[in-house]
């Protein structure tokens, strides 16, 4: 499954996934984040399946939108 993450830049990098609201994960650096959402995702998918949960399917849609400015 292929699930959006948004990565937002802070005081440390920041990343969420829309679809899976338990799963955030913050690094020092891009790379480093994005092995932690990884990881979260992984975990988060892996206790649902553990507890007979149904796994979420993936429905959001990240894009960028142009405009004149």
Do not use: H, W
Request: charged share 25%.
């Amino acid at each position: 499954m292929r699930y959006a993450v948004v990565y937002e830049k802070s005081e440390n990098g920041y990343a969420y996934v829309p679809d899976l609201p338990c799963c955030i994960a913050a690094g020092k650096i891009y790379e480093e984040t994005v092995r932690l959402i990884t990881e979260e995702i992984a975990f988060y998918l892996e206790g649902l399946r553990e507890d007979g949960q149904p796994i979420p399917e993936p429905t959001s849609v990240a894009d960028y939108v142009a405009v004149a400015v």
